[in-house]
């Protein structure tokens, strides 16, 4: 019952945070928060199980119990864990915490409102990551909304209501289009099923029972639901062309938001495509692998591009978003261990390093009120370790060795490379590789035009050291980001083990 222990924490927590006095608010979110950080370290230390959830593997923290019966579908409450689930938990847990104390400066309005529906947001994306019946899992996925819709429109910038209805209506299309594919797979099994719960869909698929539905074959129901369920779930990640309400939101959320939102919302987009697409349906991503790849390398070197262009830092980061997750889903379709389980580890890391450098500008423009790169110079004279973190992160989204972005990116270079589902492997490899390149003009551009040289800024304000609560947040992610690069078993020992079998799934294609 751990996993229902952090969601209940969050959601109580989120209650008496919202009726609680706003000079309290901040505080108490805090240390309500950290109670979620500790129970999921502690599920990492003890966690026992084996293999992939959804292909019979030994589910960790597991809670099973009847629920619903929908004619002659059981929606049963299901949660559980594997290797692939537990480092995305504990990432949203880590972040959450590390986004609320980073909230302390910028947020001086409505203060108790905002904490709760952070800490409702995060006991949605603990039930995304650990359910494991589909209508369960899409009350999660759905509920997620509603705290990032009210921290943009609310708490945004002078665009904030445009940002807010953007991102809410791209999404929730996608979660139509991707809910009514994975039924017409529910469907199309028949009888060869008995619940909605992602395992007994995942295993009958597996077993080749799917049936046809009204005048669609079984095969061509497969390859429709699986474009409806990838379409669905690259709009949430987002990749290229599903990708212009990411920067709309970014640029006008405020900065606690758009750590999580960059840092752990867009991952629900690639972990539902890894569980549903790529473990469910693997022979068509198999038939459709040459499009796929092709998207993600657009993806990569678009997304590179685009930030090349921008002059205001958020944008900067987030299309380089738009760019990593691109990466993501190279991995996943080359069919390996290194490509699957790299792209698995890319999302931790990208969550890391994405969030840094959201919390790093934030602090930048809370002393200059200017994220405009043409508008700050030698900012590394007056504010030294924001500088330095800056700096840091940038170097991690370039893959420097020994940080988390350098294991991710070469474990799915190396898994990409080697793949036999993937036509022309080396040759997509070898484009997404010169993606970096990109990455580091942009990222080296901006640094040298904000960050050194003569001091100037275009504004009044007078530049003052952070806080120590903005820096808090800064230097722990640093510390994570450099031990998942040293040490990347961490995760990646367990992510693997759940891992192995989605590979052998698809390598009978």
Sequence with gaps: MLVEAIILLCLVGAAVVFVAPDRYAHKLAFGVSLAPVVISAYMYSAFDGSGNALLGGDIAYETYFEWLQLGPYAVNYHMGLDGISLPLVVLSTVLTTLAILSAWTPIDDRQSQFYGLMLFM?????????????????????????????????????????????????????????F???????????????????????????????????????????????????????????????????????VEAPTPASVMLAGVLLKMGT?????????????????????????AVLSIIYGALLALA????????????????????????????????????????????????????????????????????????RMPVTAGVFVAGAFAYMGLPLMAGFAAELFIFLGAFESTVLPAAPLFTAIAMFGIVIVAGYLLWAMQRSLFGPFRLETDYEITRAPIHDVVPLIALVVLIILLGTAPEVFFEMIRDATVDVIEFGGDI
């Design 271 to 295: 972990y539902a495509l890894l569980r549903f697409n790529f473990t469910m349906l693997p022979e068509q991503a198999a038939m459709l692998a040459v499009p796929i790849a092709a998207v």
């Design 122 to 178: 995060e006991a949605s994306l603990v039930g995304v990551f650990a359910a494991l019946d589909f209508l369960l899992w899409f009350v999660f996925w759905e509920a997620v909304l509603i705290p990032m819709y009210f921290l943009i429109g609310v708490w945004g910038g002078p665009r904030r209501k445009y940002a807010a209805i953007k991102f809410f209506v791209y999404t929730n299309i996608a979660s139509l289009v991707m």
């Design 180 to 250: 009514i594919g994975y039924l017409g797979l529910v469907f199309g099994l028949g009888g060869s099923v008995s619940s909605t719960g992602l395992p007994e869909v995942a295993q009958a698929l597996r077993a080749g029972q799917l049936g046809g539905l009204g005048p669609l074959g079984p095969d061509q129901l497969a390859l429709l639901a699986f474009l409806a369920m990838f379409v669905g779930f690259a709009v949430k990640v987002p990749i290229v062309p599903f990708h212009t309400w990411l920067p709309d939101a970014h």
């Design 310 to 381: 921008q002059q205001d830092l958020k944008r900067i980061v987030a299309y380089s978003s738009v760019s990593s997750m691109g990466y993501v889903i190279l991995g996943l379709i080359a069919y390996t261990i290194y490509g699957v389980g790299g792209a698995t580890f890319q999302m931790i890391a990208h969550g890391l390093i994405s969030g840094l450098l959201f919390m790093t500008v934030g602090v930048i423009y809370n002393a200059t009120h200017t994220r405009m790169v043409g508008d700050m110079s030698g900012m590394a004279d």
